[in-house]
């Protein structure tokens, strides 16, 4: 299975700023995925990720607030715009295994909003 | 409503016991797989089980094994001689025909005491 880097691991920003964070597969995947994690709550599907298309949100997510990169097979990178209290969360993203069922996880952002 | 519910938010068991962790599933597709995955407080997400809507057995992965009821729609994690390691959020997941992506429950956490 993929191994995914994740970064960074954690990070406390002001309200009003935007936060990116970074995903680098050790092999080459269609699909990434980003998730959030609100505290205390199940993980919540972003947006899809797909190499060379624009990603596809979900329903209550949108680009200008969390524009997604996608530049080649390997790397993928979220940003969180114009942050608030509310944006506090774990932001993980995914990559479905290639010929197999599974789903690997980046480590996880941890992101605290002040 | 749900696709996948966890009725457990909690669940406390003694080091070396078993533990059961209850999921239900709702889907109308013949074809589904569903995944356990462990989440620590670290928050990365650890695969833990899968089973496909096809398998006549009941998955195993080491001291993890699901018990998969299809009738029942129900997919239920077995750890088996708990430890001390084993305390974190639990989540079941399901992955339908035609989606590229996971639905995940609420989680139950579990505590391990010695």
């Known amino acids: 299975s993929a191994v995914i880097s994740q970064k960074p691991s954690r990070d406390i920003c002001q309200r009003g700023t935007s936060l990116t964070i970074q995903c680098q597969v050790d092999s080459q995947v269609t699909m990434m995925f980003w998730y959030r994690q609100q505290p205390g709550q199940s993980l919540t599907l972003i947006a899809t990720?797909?190499?060379?298309?624009?990603?596809?949100?979900e329903s209550g997510f949108v680009i200008d607030k969390f524009p997604i990169s996608r530049p080649n097979l390997t790397f993928s990178t979220l940003t969180v715009s114009n942050m608030s209290p509310e944006d506090s969360s774990i932001y993980l993203c995914s990559v479905a295994h290639q010929g197999s069922y599974g789903y690997t996880f980046g480590s996880g952002t941890r992101l605290t909003v002040v | 409503a749900q696709k996948i519910t966890q009725t457990q938010p909690g669940m406390f068991v003694q080091e070396k016991e078993a533990v059961t962790l209850d999921c239900t599933y709702d889907t109308s597709d013949p074809s589904y797989g569903l995944f356990w995955y462990k989440q620590p407080s670290s928050g990365e997400m650890i695969f833990l089980i899968y089973q496909g809507s096809y398998d006549q057995q009941n998955a195993t992965e080491g001291r993890y094994s699901l018990n998969f009821q299809k009738a029942r729609k129900s997919a239920n994690l077995v750890i088996s001689a708990s430890q001390l390691g084993d305390s974190a959020m639990y989540f079941c997941?399901?992955?339908?025909?035609?989606?590229?992506?996971?639905?995940f429950g609420k989680g139950t956490m579990l505590l391990v005491s010695p």
């Open positions: 990720a797909n190499q060379g298309s624009e990603a596809t949100y």
């Open positions: 997941a399901m992955r339908e025909r035609g989606y590229s992506t996971l639905t």
